[in-house]
């Protein structure tokens, strides 16, 4: 009865058009209301939402990605990419792809990807004549690269979920070949579509204007440098680089291009605001909502419900497949991967499943969940940098989702994708 | 059932303290004949350590098994516990917490509406980094030491010369990995689990930091029951705790089997006195801005 | 909305009120803009203090926490004055138009429902918390449920205008929203 109102409740905000963060805060309260529950603690999940030190990233990587854009960095980069690769059709789909590939790597974080390469390349993009909806769907289903691809804060959450007895350091290893996978699907997708739609190739500009548009690009294309080189040589954690990619955006707009005026820093940063408040409005009252089905036992049930529709392995991971799928559509990653790991890792490795490869099963699940209405963080950030209504981008979303079911088939299929490089090298 | 409760415990399935929290619920309507039964929501499913030691105090929940380290900053009492080298080890510091010393302790938690059922251990944590084993003081000097969000725990690092950082947990891995940190501290099983150990070879036995764990109950719900009644919750509680305390036990053996077997160095401190001493001017800082616990604190010194 | 049509010369209190509303907005734009500077410049302080200091200074993380948290509060109650948060409009764009208002008015009752749950809900977490310190900063606790309480109330307030300005035939969302 309760999960009733919870669901009931979320629905018909839906339907009559509250802001889905506000639909989420509204039906988990009504549901604390319902079960007699302390409001205040409805509060308390509200703001533990986002009271999370690696979720302060985000707005760096925003803010990053608003200054690059304000201040002429994203011009000259996609100037650059687009002599190197516009010849090809959907070239820019294609970079973009990639692009996450290396800077969600990085992040580890899908949302931060999307924040900062999204609000680049989405408007370059349309600029470019590409459709609205192509830029938003390639860049939110890529962008899920970042979690898979180490290094991934979601891993360790994971392994610490798992109760120990997995290596983090082979779960790392174990994502990179899933990684490319994905990356690969994602471009052929990009590639496919772009044809269809007929995307009109660029003209190759010549040797000496590609030279060129490198050069111009260089002190931008070091943003990258900052961001992965601090990283992997020790000198940031992941937050404090996202804050020093816009410390090194401000300072190289300002004095090397000369590009950035007064109005354009105003400009950068309030939109930056607009964007982190949004985003984080939704992971907070997602964080009362996700209390409110773990009270009702909602990830639970779904196990039982699972192990006694019958004992053949491979529908077992089938379901396991679709269970994770339906779930990660209406919760957020981290706390289902708290919920989920516990019950599932059991029976996945009662059936002969090795647990890093269950791990990347799990990631890719719940990523992909992250690029699906309702409840998909990437999806609603992506449609937030894109300014498009999600329904317009979900109604042509479905070949990238094909290209992601087509990697999680063969993640969750051939185990030596995922046990490959750990047995190599772990 | 007379009264349905909800229980929170931030450990995986398997751990030492979820299997003892299961048993408590099991004892629990064991022993109240089926009149109070408990759900346990393991896995920190339902928030984070502060947000569910709120939970209980606001009636949320009913039940956790919490660390004092968190519950310090609301009951100064339970803060005691976090000075670093007070209890001399494990035995002696459950010998506090089940005499007078734990009395006092569980006054200060009940009177910010958790009551303290039974102490459970968490072991002692000490010192790992990667660059070489810790014996002196001037050997955590100039390291960047990551600490637990508590002003002692950073004040300790700074006395031993160290710099500390505080950072968020699921950050630290990486951290050591790549030096953002030298070294962090925590008790075997969480530094074999995190899989710090395959970035932080040195394992110094310190045992700086003694802080022990209780099942908790809102005291609004306790206070409502009947004598017989708390009789039976308390019995449940303290026969977990029994079990808790052995599974801890074999949980350590375990995992420091594992990380010696993948290579971590280990040393016993031959000498902790230069730590203890270095400690002075933390004890002082904490005494002067709290000195109601000065008699707290001389308790616990003068237990043997 | 910014680009709503005021008749000119016009100092009904209607109009007076979108005045303070639209001050009150840009006041927490200012805010929050100057937060998120604050946040970056902070950070940069962080790594100098690691390298340069070798004393990593201790009150970053937590101070950070609260100034994100006032970002989304404050910016998210902004958003509603802006309608700039993402709603699903499919069905408000199939619905007739009698259907339309009805559901514009029950999103912006239920919003301001919540405005004042947060708004009442969190001054009680505040002052609960009040007492206890966060580590490291020895801040009050209850600063950590105030952004919340402040968003709460400003998300009341701006909804009460998108209300009176629908009651007025002002509101510029029933034909373009959805
Ligand atoms: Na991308
Ligand atoms: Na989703």
Redesign the pocket.
């Known amino acids: 009865m309760g999960l009733f109102v919870l669901l009931g409740f979320f629905a018909l905000c839906v339907i009559i058009g509250v802001p889905v963060a506000f639909a989420l805060g509204i039906s988990a309260m009504a549901a604390f209301w319902f079960e007699g529950l302390p409001l205040m603690i409805g509060v308390q999940r509200i703001i533990s939402g986002i009271n999370v030190f690696s979720l302060m990233a985000i707005p760096f990587f925003i803010f990053a990605g608003e200054l690059m854009f304000h201040g002429g960095i994203a011009a000259r980069l996609v100037r650059f990419a687009s002599a190197a690769v516009g010849a090809v059709r959907g070239g820019l789909g294609i970079v973009n792809v990639f692009s996450s590939m290396l800077f969600g790597g990085i992040s580890g974080s899908a949302v931060a990807d999307i924040s900062a390469l999204g609000s680049i390349l989405i408007p370059v993009m349309k600029e470019k004549g590409y459709d609205a909806d192509y830029a938003v769907n390639v860049t939110v289903t890529s962008s899920i690269a970042g979690i898979i691809i180490p290094p991934s804060h979601n891993m360790i959450i994971f392994a610490i979920a798992a109760g120990g007895g997995i290596s983090i350091s082979k779960l790392f290893l174990a994502g990179v070949l899933p990684g490319l996978l994905m990356c690969s699907c994602l471009a052929i997708a990009a590639y496919l579509v772009a044809v269809k739609r007929g995307y009109s190739a660029e003209v190759f500009p010549g040797w000496t204007a590609l030279g060129l548009s490198f050069i111009g690009a260089i002190p931008g294309l070091f943003t990258a440098v900052i961001i992965v080189g601090g990283v992997l040589s020790g000198i940031f954690t992941v937050t404090e680089s996202g804050a020093f990619g816009a410390i090194y955006a401000f300072i190289v707009t300002l004095l090397v291009y000369r590009t950035l005026t007064w109005e354009n820093f105003r400009t950068a940063v309030l939109q930056s605001v607009r964007t982190t408040a949004m985003v984080m409005i939704l992971i907070a009252c997602a964080g009362a909502f996700a209390y409110m089905l773990t009270f009702y036992r909602v990830p639970d049930k779904t196990a039982t419900l699972l192990t006694t529709l019958t004992d053949n392995p491979i529908l077992i991971l089938l379901m396991i497949n679709i269970v994770l799928l339906i779930l ?6 981290a706390a289902l991967i708290l919920i989920c790991t516990p019950i599932f890792l059991p029976v996945a490795i009662s059936l002969g499943i090795d647990p890093l490869q269950f791990g990347m099963i799990l990631m890719v699940n ?1 990523g ?12 609603f950030v992506g449609c937030a940098v894109g300014k498009l209504p999600m329904e317009t981008a979900v109604r042509t979303i479905w070949p990238f989702y094909l290209a992601i079911l087509a990697a999680l088939i063969m993640i969750t299929f051939v185990p030596a994708v995922s046990l490959t490089l750990p047995g190599l090298l772990g | 059932n007379a009264a349905d409760w909800r229980g929170w415990n931030i450990h995986a399935d398997g751990y030492p303290n979820t299997t003892a929290m299961d048993k408590f619920a099991e004892l629990l309507e064991e022993k109240t004949g089926g009149e109070i039964s408990l759900q346990m929501f393991h896995g920190g499913t339902l928030g984070s350590q502060p947000d569910a030691i709120e939970q209980v105090r606001l009636g949320g929940l009913e039940i956790g098994n919490f660390n004092l380290g968190p519950i310090g900053p609301i009951a100064a009492e339970a803060n005691v516990v976090s000075l670093p080298f007070i209890f001399k080890d494990v035995p002696h510091m459950f010998r506090v917490l089940e005499g007078e010393g734990g009395q006092v302790i569980a006054e200060g938690m009940a009177a910010k509406g958790l009551v303290p059922l039974a102490w459970y251990d968490a072991g002692a944590r000490s010192f790992y980094n990667g660059a070489k084993p810790i014996n002196t003081p001037e050997d955590v000097t100039g390291m960047k030491v990551r600490v637990m969000n508590n002003d002692l725990y950073s004040g300790m690092i700074a006395e031993l010369g160290g710099n500390p950082s505080p950072m968020a947990f699921a950050e630290v891995y990486q951290a050591l990995k790549t030096g953002v940190v030298d070294g962090a501290e925590n008790n075997w099983p969480s530094y074999e689990s995190t899989g710090h150990f395959e970035v932080a070879g040195f394992y110094s036995l310190s045992q700086h930091l003694i802080i022990p764990e209780c099942i908790c109950i809102n005291a609004d719900v306790y206070n409502g029951l009947s004598d017989e009644m708390k009789a039976a919750v308390t019995e449940a509680a303290v026969e977990s705790a029994d079990l808790q305390r052995e599974l801890w036990a074999a949980r350590e053996a375990t995992s420091r089997k594992m990380v010696e077997e993948g290579g971590v160095v280990v040393n016993e401190i031959a000498d902790k006195g230069p730590f203890q001493a270095a400690m002075t001017p933390v004890y002082e800082t904490y005494l002067a801005g709290n000195p109601d616990l000065r008699p707290l604190v001389d308790l616990i010194q003068v237990t043997e | 909305m910014t680009d709503r049509p005021i008749p000119s010369g016009d100092t009904s209190l209607l109009s007076r009120m979108e005045v303070v509303l639209d001050g009150l907005a840009a006041l927490c734009r200012l805010i929050t803009g100057v937060a998120l500077v604050v946040l970056t410049v902070i950070f940069g302080w962080l790594v100098f203090g690691r390298y340069v200091l070798n004393a990593t200074p201790t009150w970053v993380e937590q101070a950070a926490l609260l100034l994100v948290m006032t970002i989304a509060f404050l910016g998210a109650a902004v958003g509603i004055h802006e309608n700039t948060h993402l709603s699903v409009a499919a069905f408000r764009t199939i619905a007739p138009r009698w259907m339309r208002t009805l559901f514009v008015v029950v999103t912006d009752l239920l919003l301001a429902g919540f405005g004042l749950l947060l708004l009442w809900q969190g001054t009680k977490l505040t002052m609960f918390k009040w007492g206890s310190m966060i580590p490291l900063i020895q801040l009050p606790e209850g600063l950590r449920s105030l952004p919340l309480t402040v968003g709460g109330g400003l998300i009341l307030i701006f909804t009460l205008g998108h209300l009176m300005r629908l009651m007025a035939g002002r509101d510029p969302r029933r034909d373009t929203i959805g």
């Open positions: 990660g559509m209406i919760m957020d990653m719940l992909l969940g992250l690029c699906t209405p309702p409840v998909g963080s990437c999806l």
